[in-house]
């Protein structure tokens, strides 16, 4: 058969397929477990620092496991306590984080498979997603116990925007005991006081540390990264040897 589409002097003809031809999709089939809106704030949250094109899966996606969800650029990682029991880890495609938020309805819950996992909705709507079957690593390495927090200092996210601009490394801006800067050599480039921020000149990404304003309330210097915390969420960003 086919469908024929008139309108005035126009005319197609598209030839439809047999039903049989057609891979028909379902939700999963397994026990639907409650869920609520803490889900898609946790995707709000880490859904951005996963990246849709890598290669790596550690990078493509976010791990999806009881009370917590992860994602990480390679350089940055975020951790977001969202509270849900899931019941197994499920390593779900950053696409799929994308296309779930893009749903402008209340979610319900979820059932899943071994290799899927299916997002209900009010009103009937349904979102299927594979999963990737490569496990993750072991994240929790990535992050230390005992640290010294302290809030983020009032000017802080006000430095990292007075001097991004003038970076000569569009990738890293230079931090040191004095404040922060565009350039490692004092006299070139831009700088904003902000005395005790750090031990030792070290580099950030501008862009990394901007887009966390408003998400880590409290923070800790390394000699390699910084380590923040915010409301049910905490992570890491990796530094940059900006040595002289």
Known sequence: GRLTIRSGPFRANIASLPLEAITPRFPDAGAFQAADDRLINGLHVVAPWALENSERVFSASILLRDETMVASNGAVIVEFWHGCNIGADLVMPRVAATALLNVKRQLLGFSRSDSSITFGFEG??????????????????????????????????????????????THA??????????????????????????ERLIGYNPKYL?????????????????????????????????GR
């Open 173 to 198: 801006i230079a931090l040191d005991p004095l404040g922060t800067h565009s350039h490692t050599h004092n006299d070139a480039g831009a700088h904003y006081e902000l005395p005790g921020l750090v």
């Open 210 to 242: 901007l887009a966390l304003e408003g998400i880590m309330q409290q923070i800790h210097f390394s000699e390699d990264r910084l380590y923040f915390v915010g409301e049910n969420v905490r992570g890491a960003v990796m530094g940059y040897d900006k």
């Open 124 to 169: 009937g709507t349904w979102l299927k997603t594979q999963l990737y079957n490569e496990p993750w690593p072991e994240y929790q390495k990535l992050f230390r116990d005992g640290l010294a927090y302290r809030s983020v200092p009032e000017a802080f996210f006000t430095a990292i925007k007075a001097v991004a601009p003038f970076v000569e490394d």
